[in-house]
């Protein structure tokens, strides 16, 4: 079983940056694909960015790419994600997932994650 508890949300203003961490208990994550997704109100959860087992490997929706950037720790049992020129629309609850790294199909299917963390409230200002 693998525990996920995420850090680093926040308020902050437009054109601001914050970092997110989720760190993993209960097993080692060094085999597990992990991903960022976030939901906003009255909205379906989307992908934000995932990391492929190893850490060498990162995908992103098109609504972030450029701006934010996830990273792999395998020594920290973490995944991180660096969130810069935050807009109002990327106010949400974000949540780290993970899967193992076998797992087939795309990284952006949230059905395919086994283990959720609780979330952490981002929240960005004009």
């Known amino acids: 079983q693998v525990q996920l508890v995420e850090s680093g949300g926040g308020l902050v203003q437009a054109g601001g940056s914050l970092r997110l961490s989720c760190t993993a208990s209960?097993?080692?994550?060094?085999?597990?694909?992990m991903a960022w997704f976030r939901q906003a109100p009255g909205k379906e959860r989307e992908f934000v960015a995932g990391v492929n087992w190893s850490g060498a490997f990162a995908y992103y929706a098109d609504s972030v790419k450029g701006r934010f950037t996830a990273s792999k720790d395998n020594a920290k049992n973490s995944v991180f994600l660096q969130m810069n020129s935050l807009q109002t629309e990327d106010t949400a609850v974000y949540s780290c997932?993970?899967?193992?790294?076998?797992?087939?199909?795309?990284?952006?299917?949230?059905?395919?994650?086994?283990?959720w963390g609780q979330g952490s409230q981002v929240t960005v200002s004009s």
């Open positions: 997932a993970a899967r193992p790294g076998t797992t087939p199909g795309s990284i952006a299917n949230e059905r395919s994650f086994l283990y």
């Open positions: 209960g097993r080692t994550v060094s085999g597990y694909s």
